[in-house]
């Protein structure tokens, strides 16, 4: 099964969480390329192996072997994935994670984006590092090592910044000056904080104070889609997950990821994903592992 952009985007995080790590592994498959798109959460990639590019906030850097990039809430960021393996994990996470690890001190220094070519031995500390955090991510007991590991992992960034490759000119300024995301940030908040996607049209432009018509307009400017293709595909995005990462049955993800019964979830599941989900279930195991 061939990767699809949308497993990297607008990522719902599971409930009580303030981060989310997911372990890819692709082989032999096409070039793919993520579209240009932003959300509220940070993110890091690591990569073990890759060929490509990524662009943030209009500036495009090679990625290799070994890249470490780092992604501000609301960057603008889009990204192509070539070569024969490509094999990386994906860090997500809130910003009030910072306060959570006791880093407010140095959470200034996170707010630029930031890409690496590690040397071999920061990349085995790091390789080394996110294997352990997977791992202990599946253990409820081990939340005070998983601190502490995400600890060692956001002071490495922050005191990699000297050796930003964007200009400090242009990066992450011209989204966060944009008067439209200004008006949608409210809306993005919501979406994030009552982990909920059931809200109409109507509900959400009256969260960011605009009439329909203007909401409409400014939501399409900034996300190249409308509102209601939005809210299917992030629910749809939730269920990726969860049928890559629980046991759960279809009809309980359906219902989880409030679509109103299994058959309307599956008919928008395949339209989206162009598999059902129970061949995107089968599939996943030789894909993708999340952590």
């Known amino acids: 099964m061939a990767a699809h952009p949308l497993s990297f985007e607008n990522i719902h995080l599971p409930q009580g ?7 890819f592994h692709f082989i032999d498959e096409p070039s793919l390329e993520i579209p240009t798109h932003f959300h509220m959460l940070c993110e890091v990639m690591l990569f073990k192996k890759i060929k490509g590019q990524v662009g943030i906030d209009g500036q495009s850097i090679e990625l290799n072997d070994n890249s470490l990039v780092f992604v501000p809430s609301l960057a603008m960021h889009e990204m192509e994935m070539r070569g024969e393996e490509r094999e990386f994990s ?31 031995q920061q990349a085995g500390y790091l390789h080394s590092q996110f294997a352990w955090l997977e791992n202990v991510d599946n253990n409820n007991d081990g939340r005070n090592l998983a601190h502490s590991l995400l600890r060692t992992l956001f002071l490495f960034l922050a005191g990699q910044q000297s050796r930003c490759q964007f200009s400090t000119e242009k990066n992450a300024t011209v989204l966060k000056e ?3 995301l200004a008006k949608i940030i ?10 909920t996607l059931n809200l109409s049209l109507q509900q ?11 909401f409409s307009r400014v939501f399409k400017s900034l996300f190249a889609q409308n509102y ?32 109103s019964d299994s058959a309307y979830f599956c008919a928008k ?13 089968q599939s996943t195991q030789t894909v993708l592992s999340f952590g």
């Open 17 to 23: 969480k303030s981060y989310y790590l997911r372990r």
């Open 228 to 259: 209601k293709d939005y809210l299917l595909k992030r629910k749809i995005n939730t269920a990726v997950a969860m049928l890559s990462d629980s046991k759960q049955s279809i009809t309980q993800i359906a219902y989880a990821c409030e679509f």
């Open 186 to 195: 409210p809306l993005l908040h919501h979406l994030e904080n009552h982990q």
């Open 90 to 120: 994906l860090l997500q996470f809130q910003r009030y994670l910072y306060s959570e690890l006791a880093l407010l001190d140095v959470a200034s220094q996170l707010e630029k984006p930031l890409v690496l070519q590690l040397n071999d």
């Open 269 to 281: 599941f395949k339209q989206v994903m162009g598999m059902s989900p129970g061949q995107f279930r």
């Open 204 to 214: 959400a432009a009256d969260i960011c104070g605009m009439s329909r018509y203007h």
């Open 178 to 180: 944009n008067k439209g």
